[in-house]
T-cell receptor, first 118, second 114 residues
Framework: AQTVTQSQPEMSVQEAETVTLSCTYD???????LFWYKQPPSRQMILVIR??????QNATENRFSVNFQKAAKSFSLKISDSQLGDAAMYFC???????????????FGQGTILTVHP | DSGVTQTPKHLITATGQRVTLRCSPR?????VYWYQQSLDQGLQFLIQ???????AKGNILERFSAQQFPDLHSELNLSSLELGDSALYFC?????????????FGQGTRLTVV
């Protein structure tokens, strides 16, 4: 079974600075997808960025980028020019590309609470 | 707004009772997923339906059941409720079966068992 670990329960950053959230995962599969979701106080789960394991290029979405290290099974999220609205719980998630019996199952990490200081 | 609607937003009930949580997926989405978020277990996948049929099952208790109706809305039934069932229950939807596209989450139903 796949597991996802976020070792930082809490992180903080100053507005306009850069912060990196860590995520590691364990899998025996070669093809899979990785995601970062944001959960603000409104509780809504919002997709921030996704990465296909077969792509070597790191995904980027505006101020959000990932550092995907497949051999190390590491998938960190970098937030540049942090804004007050970035304050939220961030979850790393894994999905098998196999389909099979897992189909659309997402396996989540425990989450990292990000505080942004003005 | 993700387009996924969950009702009710909050629910308080007593131990031993039965409740039904409802989810309306985004227009055009055929897959519905249920997740449970609790402090001790984190976010756990419960079950997935695609076009009315069960597709994947996670750590769902036998006291819990779900179904997806012909109009594609889904219901999660929780029975013989225990204090430990208190959690945030999310529904998500996607167009396809294997989540090759994005899953959109509802705002969740906060269940409190007293």
């Amino acid at each position: 079974a796949q597991t996802v670990t976020q070792s930082q329960p809490e992180m903080s950053v100053q507005e306009a600075e850069t912060v990196t959230l860590s995520c590691t995962y364990d899998t025996s599969e070669s093809d899979y997808y990785l995601f970062w979701y944001k959960q603000p106080p409104s509780r809504q789960m919002i997709l921030v960025i996704r990465q296909e394991a077969y792509k070597q290029q790191n995904a980027t979405e505006n101020r959000f980028s990932v550092n995907f290290q497949k051999a190390a099974k590491s998938f960190s999220l970098k937030i540049s020019d942090s804004q007050l609205g970035d304050a939220a719980m961030y979850f790393c998630a894994y999905r098998s590309a196999d389909g099979g019996t897992s189909y659309g199952k997402l396996t989540f990490g425990q989450g990292t609470i990000l505080t942004v200081h003005p | 707004d993700s387009g996924v609607t969950q009702t009710p937003k909050h629910l308080i009930t007593a131990t031993g009772q039965r409740v039904t949580l409802r989810c309306s997926p985004r227009s055009g989405d055929l897959s519905v997923y249920w997740y449970q978020q609790s402090l001790d277990q984190g976010l756990q996948f419960l079950i997935q339906y695609y076009n009315g049929e069960e597709r994947a099952k996670g750590n769902i208790l036998e006291r819990f059941s779900a179904q997806q109706f012909p109009d594609l809305h889904s219901e999660l039934n929780l029975s013989s409720l225990e204090l430990g069932d208190s959690a945030l229950y999310f529904c998500a939807s996607s167009v396809d079966e294997a989540l090759r596209t994005e899953a959109f989450f509802g705002q969740g139903t906060r269940l409190t068992v007293v």
